[in-house]
Structures are given as structure tokens and as C-alpha cells.
């Protein structure tokens, strides 16, 4: 009989082939009491020599799997450092001369003592270096408990290739190994949709599914299974009328993504002939490939904050320009909209990292960070009206709350653009100018936003955490981050209906645009352009090009009649499978 | 009998001590004879261990007193304050 697993899509793309389980550390550390120094000296050189043995491995790995150039080098660099001269080896060995304890248990101690250190640190970017601790001390425990290091680790070539990889949890190092060895998917217990490593399988294009309860228990490996990573399930034993079907899609992905690159662009059009735009959420200009590989319409979001992470100096105009003018001139005439950096205040170069405050997402920040102290977004405005000149940029404002916050922005526009007459610098005067829908009270009152501006963007993924009250991290809260909460429903049609009266456009940039399911809905509402991550729209075009305007108008009437969000679910999944 | 030697540092970079700095002060430290600690906020580590480093949580802003003893603690010294004064190499 098939056998149905159901976890979270990370990344879109199905997959048939055998499962190869990751082995983890089965040993339980158990405490053993030495007896005698002859006993201490040999523990102490057992230890020394697991970390001799842990060092050659992360060698071997640097050595084989990353070039020069890789990020991930450095994070090897650090593991090597741990174990090379470090407390964390040292302070073991003490133990077991102290105490008379074995090694795998003087390690664990060590090391559950720097992970409550680390724990209770006011850095966030020292407390997120547990998972570094955390790799370094059980790779040494793997090899301390005798057992061999993970297969995808080992040297043999191409032992994965075409598997389908379970794990308990991949870390960044493992994702980059396992795509190196052609493996055809990922599938995870545990880890967050916006984890690092998440993150990571999509920049590679690695389907991939998380969530997946005790998957390790249920599924063997050498098994044959089929993955779809679209809608995050595992099918395990399928029969044959499954694997026929699951085989058709697969030929037909590979049919479509080859003439998707032939014909980048094409239109996503309805059964009506009702035409919607698809665009890109992008935060890197290098996403700008994938952009034109996935055929979208431009860029509905670009991220600028990630022009500030990890340097010493913020970006000069100079810089935000050269950036816009390269991302201009490779969207080859595709519209641009640029979002202008969302900072928190520690997130600035020169600032004090530990001055991180309570609740960022309700502080000062943003938008409201930048009109506090102009000069944070003076270069970055300037760069925008000078790049504007140069093809078609949209200009874009996060969290906007009020329309005092909305004229004192303008305050600041019009400073740079007299900055820049004085100079004599070529610029544009009048950018089409945009506002971000993500608080509820610009929702609320989008109607007195609508007749200022050019164009409204409802963020649904903020909108919906804090209509909710509830952050969208936190797993324990899922059941009240509901994104089709009926709420929702009714701000999106609000400010759609806002943005019709003033006849400008309103988008929806969000993982919601990016669900098959939720876009007859949207539609329905009256949106008319979605922006999401490029790699969904090959799927998002596929989904739109089965819909009736008017079936979804009707589906969008009845699910706003609604109660709960569940009951929305169920109405949006039914009319899917209808 | 070689001198014990002292010197304060402002941390201007950045992230403060986080794992690359620590990393790369560690490598510096590791490369002199002289036995160097590294005290913060009441609490002092050797300098060549990157874990106890990190673990004095010193962010941006943070002074960091440097003790060195051994026969070339001078020149100890000397490149640990050229290298937290550059900023560990950090680009602008």
C-alpha cells in the first residue's frame, strides 16, 4: 500500500529515485568512572587523538568540495580553529584528569557549558554560533563512539547521485556536499522554512521538503520513493498508476523548463485571456539571472538591505548607483522596483550590534529608522533618482504607518533631488513612487495612500504577523500565523479595491502569490500582479492558465463569507482539486 | 626574567569579536613565543583560543586589555594593536 508523508515545500520539483538516510550518532554517551592515572592517560590521548582524526576529515572536506573562493570556507576555517588550539578540547582533557570521567562524557559536558554560555548572550550573532559548537563536538563524539563519518562525507565518487538524501537536519556544509554529488532532493525532519540551509537549497535549485515527521522511522533507505517537492509530500511505495503520473509531470517539468528558457517572458494569462503579471522578489543583483530564466516581468521587490550586511562602512551613493545601473541595464528594459533598505538600527555598519532592541519588528526601524536620521537614506535616494534616468525603476517604501511618515519622505526625495540639481547631476524627477502595505493601518487606510502615490504593495508575510500578533518564525505560534486568516482576506480586498478607485496598481509580494492554491483567491479579489521568488513562477504560470476570472471571483466571494481560515483552506483546496 | 607587558585596544570593527576576528587574533597570537591574555569585563583568556574569545562576548564599542610575558612580548603587542587598529582588515 502507498504510504503518504506530508511536510513543509522548501523548494519545488519532484523527484522518483531510492532514499539514502543519513546515519547519525545512534551511541548514547554513557558515563564511565576511570580508575586509574594508566586509565586518565589513555582517555586523555583518546580524545586527542578523535580531534587528530576530526581535523583531517574537515581537511579532507575543505580540500574536495570547496574552491578558494567559497564562503563556506571560511565557516571550515572556524571548525578547524575550534578543535586546532581551543578551551573546548582543552578544557575536556582537564575534566577527564579532574574527574576521572571518560572522554565522550568530559565532551559533552564541555559542551552543553558553551552552549548555555552562548544561550544567554545578548549578541544574536554570537548566540546563532551554537550550531558551529554544536557540528565540532559531535563530529569528534562520532568519532570517539568509533562509528564512520556520514557516506556523503566519505571519498568514493558520486555514491548519491540521483538519491533522495534524508536527514534529521542538514547544515549548510552538508546541502553544498550533497549537490555536489548530484543528489536529486532533500528531504529534512526539522528546520525552518527560512533557515539558513533552506535558503541554500534554493539558491542551488535542490528540491526540498522539511517538517517531515519521523520520516528516519518510516522510510528505509535504498527504498523507492517519489518526492514533490511543489506540494511538500513524500510517497512512499507508490503504486503504479502514481509512479505513471509522477514520471509525466517530471518529463513534462523538463519539457517546460526547456522551452520556459526558450521563450522567457511569456505572458501568465488565464483560460479567459485575463493577463497577470508575475514578478521577482530578489535581494541579490546576481538573483537578476533567475529573473529572466523563470520569464518574469521584472522585479516587484528588490531587498536593498543586504547591500549593508557585513561591512564596516554603509554603501555610498556611488556604490547604491553602480548596483542599479548594472541590475537596470541586465533586466534589459523589465521594470525594477527598489525597496529602500529596511535597517534595524544594529544592523548598520558603525553601530553597536549589541544594541539590538526588545521587539525589532515593532521598534525603530525601517522607515521610521531612516526618517529619525536622514542621512541613512540620503545616498541610497540619491543613487535611485540618478538610476532612474536609466530604465524603468520603481521606488518603494517599507512600513509606512502614517501620512506624516509619507511627508516627511517626501521632505527627504525632494532634498536629494535639489543635492543633485545643484551638482548638475542628471536625475529623474518625478520616480513612480510606491508605499509597502504591511501595517495594518496603512491597510486600514490605504484609500488616503492610494491618492498620493503611483502604485501599493501588500506585503503579505509582515501584514499577516502583525494583524495576527504572531511572529512567523516561531513554530510554537503556527497555529495562529494563519496567512488566509479571514482578516487578511478583507485587508487585502480593502486595499485592492483603494488602489482601484484611485485607478493606480496594487501587487502582492509574499509566499502567499507563490501558492497554486491561493491564486484563483487572489485574483478573484481583484490583483491583477503578483511578485514572488522566481523559481515559483514556472508553477504559478501552470496554476493561472487553468483559471475562469469569473470562477474565482465567485471563490473569492464565498471565501471571504467565511469564518475561520481553516474553513478558507478547505474551500481553496477543493476548488484546486476540482 | 622577560617583561610583562600591557596595552588596551578599542574594538572599532564591526562585529566586535566574532568568529572570524577571534579566529584571526588567535592565529596572530599563536605566532609568538610570549604567553598573551586577552581580559574583558573582568574576565582574561588566552589569546589563542578562539572559543574563550568568542566567549567574552566583546561587541563594537568594547576595550580589550592585552598581557603579554615572553622574550618577544613587544612585538606581540605590537601586531595585535595593528591588527584590532586596522580593523582586522575589514573593508570599508
Redesign the interface.
Known sequence: MTMLLLGTSIMPGVALGPVHKVEHNSGKVEYCKLQNTGEVESETRRLEEAVETALAELELIRVRFLDGSDELA?LF??HL??LK????V?ASLQLIRDTYCNAEWALMQQRDE?LR??DV???P??RG?RD??EQVCDRVQRILLRQPPPRHERANANPLAKRIILSHQFSAADIIILQRQGAAALLSERGGITSHSAILARNLGLPMITNLHRARHYLQSGEFIIMDGEQGLVLANPNSELLRRYRRTRRRAGWRERRGARMPGADAVTLDGTKIQLRANISNPGDVESVKRFGADGVGLYRTEWLYM????APDENEHYRVYRQLLERLEGRVLTIRLAELEPHQL??????AAPGNPAMGLRSLRLGLNEPEIFAPQLRAILRAATLGPLRLLLPMVTNIQELNRFLELYRNAADVLERNGQLHEQNVAMGIMIEVPAAAVCADLFAKRLDFLAIGSNDLTQYTLAADRNDGELSHVYEPLHPSLLRLIKGVQKAAEQARIPAYLCGELAGEPECLPLLIGLGLRELSVTPSKLPGMRRALAKLWLKESEQLAATALQQETALEINTLLRKAAAS | MNPALERRCLLRNRLGLHVRTAGLLAHTASRFQSRIRVAHNGREVDAEDIMELLMLAAGRGSTLHLHAAGPDAEQALESLEELISTRFGEQP
Open positions: 571560511a576555517n572556524t580553529l575550534m588550539n581551543s578551551s573546548m582543552r558553551l554560555r552562548l548572550m545578548n549578541d550573532y554570537l554560533r558551529d559548537v557585513n561591512r564596516e562602512q555598519p558603525e553601530r553597536d550590534p549589541a
